[in-house]
Nanobody, 119 residues
Framework: QVQLIESGGGLVEPGGSLRLSCVAS????????MAWFRQAPGKEREYVAA?????FYTDSVKDRFTISRDDDRNTVYLQMNSLQPEDTAVYYC???????????????WGQGTQVTVSS
């Protein structure tokens, strides 16, 4: 089974930056959709960014976050700049077809990494 190993979360001040990494192990892929979701306390999990033959973002992070991938290393990144308190959430790495099909043939979730933005 595929495992998604995340790293890079932590505590930062408003205006700061973090770079999240997610490494997929257990299987290799030459072409696969990957994304980042996040969930704040008491809120539903929401889509943040995705990469699959292009990059895509939710409106609230378009000018601040950058998603990228290194397929040779089976790794996806999320560079987060100008972080604000409302960005505080658990961030989850995702590999699968959720954003492309109602019934994904496969999907895997990371365990999540905490991002806290506070003075």
């Amino acid at each position: 089974q595929v495992q998604l190993i995340e790293s890079g979360g932590g505590l930062v001040e408003p205006g700061g930056s973090l770079r999240l990494s997610c490494v997929a192990s257990g299987r290799t892929f030459n072409d696969y959709p990957m994304a980042w979701f996040r969930q704040a306390p008491g809120k539903e999990r929401e889509y943040v960014a995705a990469t699959f033959r292009g990059t895509f973002y939710t409106d609230s992070v378009k000018d601040r976050f950058t998603i990228s991938r290194d397929d040779d290393r089976n790794t996806v990144y999320l560079q987060m700049n100008s972080l604000q308190p409302e960005d505080t959430a658990v961030y989850y790495c995702y590999l699968g077809q959720r954003l492309l099909a109602a019934a994904p043939k496969y999907e895997y979730w990371g365990q999540g990494t905490q991002v806290t933005v506070s003075s």
